[in-house]
């Protein structure tokens, strides 16, 4: 099996500030043009900053800070193909559906029944031994709906 030198690990995050500055950076533009915006009213105008505002803060508790209702705080790769998530207290499985793999940060979305978990992890948010394994992982493994890398 091409995989078979990495190690069946849980992969724990922990709270990063890479993706804390740049939520931080990306809610400051967004509201910045959210506030920018000529063509509505006054009243108007500061809803959508309100709108904007409220959005940036819960992805970033949920995303930078690991706090909320369904963060997802570990998981674990299946010898089936699917992902194991742990999520406060309980567990769920679910397929990988898409995913961005890069040196610094990796971000994947694992669907679950109806739900739909991302999960972004910096190289600060874990160490950095796991996120080599969480890298290589993720490239080679299938995406739901196609075959694995090694049976093609």
């Known amino acids: 099996m091409l995989l078979s030198f990495i190690v069946e690990s849980r992969f724990v995050l922990s709270s990063s500030r890479i993706i804390a500055i740049s939520l931080i950076l990306v809610g400051t533009v967004a509201t910045i043009g959210a506030g920018s915006i000529i063509a509505i009213s006054y009243p108007l ?78 190289t600060d948010s874990m160490d950095a031994d796991s996120h080599r394994q969480l890298r290589i992982r993720l490239r080679n493994a299938p995406l739901s709906g196609q075959a694995p890398a090694d049976s093609v």
């Open 45 to 122: 105008r500061i809803l959508v900053i309100l709108a904007v505002a409220i959005i940036f803060t819960v992805h970033f508790r949920r995303h930078a800070l690991l706090e909320g209702k369904n963060v997802v705080r570990s998981f674990h790769f299946l010898p089936n193909g699917n992902i194991e998530l742990f999520i406060n207290n309980s567990t769920q499985c679910g397929q990988l559906t898409s995913r961005f793999v890069s040196p610094i940060l990796t971000i994947f979305v694992v669907r679950s029944g109806q739900q739909r978990f991302s999960i972004l992890a910096a």
